[in-house]
């Protein structure tokens, strides 16, 4: 069979992937603390029959996007937003996750917790205890919390290490194959009470890549089709018909 078909078969399957990847981040462009996800292809060479080689798509590798989003104000004592490249630490049901989505919520214990109930870690990984009578604590850059004049401790702020592959978990969090470690670099990175991080997804980028896939799509399919008729005229003039 010609190898232009499979040619074209690994590039819808991959167009199919990127076309997923699209569509699942339009889906979350208002998702606070959402960090978008991308794909990665590489060209791959097989020997053909002739004596050129034949180039195919590889099936692709997703990543997550790690640019910031927009920071936006809230006036909610218990919103922060991250400034730089840290991530907040939040203890899941499968363990250790790192996330963006600052928005913070007060059990009647006085654990901080995300939307979802997940507690937020201080900066030696233990769930973070306020006094559920005071008034608001205040947060400053360094993430270091006082609540009605003591000193409580600090929002866990965490550096994942470069080359790090993240992976999606509960909610808008991630995990790492490789540990974090404990962010000290404060003078770029930290955290901003009252403020919440929208999404990294930019709507208007997403939607034009989404119709330049269509296109693509359309194309390796008027491709197939061109392909097939013109192996079903051979066949007709190898029959004699």
Do not use: C
């Not at 991630?174 to 955290?191: I, T």
Request: charge should be negative; proline fraction near 5%.
């Amino acid at each position: 069979m010609q190898s232009n078909i499979y040619v074209a078969l690994s590039a819808q399957l991959s167009l199919q992937r990127r076309l997923d990847t699209l569509a699942n981040n339009v889906a979350n462009v208002n998702t606070v603390g959402y960090r978008g996800e991308e794909v990665s292809f590489e060209e791959l060479v097989s020997p053909s029959s002739g004596s050129k080689p034949v180039s195919f798509v590889s099936k692709g590798e997703n990543h997550i996007s790690t640019k910031g989003g927009e920071i936006t104000q809230t006036g909610n004592a218990l919103d922060v937003a991250v400034r730089g490249d840290a991530w907040l630490a939040i203890q899941t049901p499968n363990g250790v996750a790192y996330t963006r989505d600052g928005r913070m919520q007060m059990t009647s214990e006085g654990v901080l917790t995300t939307l979802e109930g997940y507690p937020f870690l201080d900066a030696g990984g233990v769930p973070i205890q306020l006094n559920p009578n005071d008034p608001p604590p205040t947060i400053n850059k360094a993430g270091t919390i006082e609540q009605a004049g003591n000193n409580l401790g600090a929002i866990g702020l965490y550096r994942m290490p470069q080359g790090a592959k993240l992976t999606r978990a509960e909610g808008v969090s991630v995990v790492s194959d490789v540990p974090a470690v404990a962010e000290l670099d404060f003078l770029h990175n930290g955290v901003v009470q009252g403020y919440v991080e929208k999404s990294n997804i930019n709507p208007i980028l997403e939607m034009t890549r989404l119709i330049t896939l269509q296109r693509n799509f359309q194309g390796v399919s008027t491709m197939l089709g061109d392909t097939e008729n013109s192996l079903t005229d051979a066949l007709k003039t190898l029959a004699g018909s």
